[in-house]
């Protein structure tokens, strides 16, 4: 696994200064807001769309998380990186006692991430047909519903 100083080095991710860390926090809080929105509204019409702005909420939030809680930004490879940085903190013992909650609610939001990039990534680039139109307004209701929202749920629970 990749440890926090190794991507530092890498030039993938930094520290955000003081100065900075109020517009990185604000951003994200709108951002994954927007994409959450965005996600529920158009399930039905756009159902590929759908799953991904569900995916971006679920990215932007955390990308909250490590503004706000740990002052880093991600700068390079900003899909696997954010994964990678999200599955060190849970290793880190320091940052489960300072998250404060339930160990095994907490490491399960990286899986859960690394799922959902993987459902995004197949449905960004689907053209579409009635029946896979159809199938997909089901599988975005189910991913909006038990992934986004589950996971949203988690890591604001971490924010608090």
């Not at 679920?58 to 700068?75: E, P, Q, S, W, Y």
């Amino acid at each position: 696994m990749v440890k926090i100083e190794i991507l530092l080095k890498e030039g993938k991710i930094s520290r955000i200064r003081e100065l900075e860390l109020n517009r990185y926090i604000s951003f994200f809080d709108s951002s994954y807001k927007d994409n959450l929105k965005h996600s529920e509204y158009i399930i039905k019409d756009f159902p590929r769309w759908s799953i991904i702005s569900g995916y971006y909420a679920m990215h932007d939030i955390t990308k909250l998380l490590l503004a706000k809680k740990f002052r880093i930004k991600v700068d390079f490879e900003v899909h696997s990186t954010t994964i990678k940085i999200l599955r060190e903190l849970i290793k880190n013992k320091e940052i489960l006692n300072l998250i404060n909650k339930g160990y095994k609610e907490f490491l399960s939001l990286a899986n859960d991430l690394a799922e959902a990039k993987k459902d995004r990534v197949k449905v960004q680039y689907f053209t579409g047909t009635s029946f896979m139109r159809e199938e997909y307004s089901k599988r975005a209701k189910e991913f909006y519903d038990s992934t986004v929202l589950t996971y949203l749920e988690k890591i604001r629970r971490l924010l608090e």
